[in-house]
């Protein structure tokens, strides 16, 4: 059985986020989900001048239609981040998670820490898909 990698640029973008709830923010394109079996975010966050109150994590969303898209689901690793820098993740398994979905794509899930007011930081990264 061959296992084939593919990589999806998650484009840098600025991130800017002054509540305490998780939202989730597209990260990547739609790619097709059919093969996928585990999945990889490598990400970098710069320019984080709310003082470590901007949490930045991945994660993924499935659709079959592309204007019916499901909650987005965190990945274990890389874990939260809150302060500049690079953070490496390891793939995980999702294929059971996604079966009967057309599509995926990563989502940046952000959140204000502590308090409010309006916190922002540059993120962009790397998605990577193996089937």
Do not use: H
């Amino acid at each position: 059985m061959s296992c084939t990698t593919q990589r999806v640029p998650m484009p840098w973008i600025l991130v800017a986020v002054g509540d305490t709830t998780e939202i989730a923010i597209p990260a990547s394109a739609w790619i097709p989900s059919a093969g996928v079996r585990s999945v990889r975010t490598n990400m970098e966050m710069r320019g984080n001048i709310g003082g470590r109150v901007l949490s930045v994590r991945t994660g993924y969303q499935t659709c079959n239609v592309l204007d019916t898209v499901d909650s987005a689901t965190a990945l274990t690793n890389p874990g939260a981040q809150t302060a500049d820098g690079v953070d490496y993740g390891t793939f995980e398994d999702i294929s059971s998670a996604i079966a009967g979905k057309q599509f995926i794509r990563a989502v940046w899930l952000v959140k204000r820490t502590t308090s409010t007011g309006l916190v922002t930081a540059a993120v962009g990264g790397l998605l990577e898909v193996m089937g």
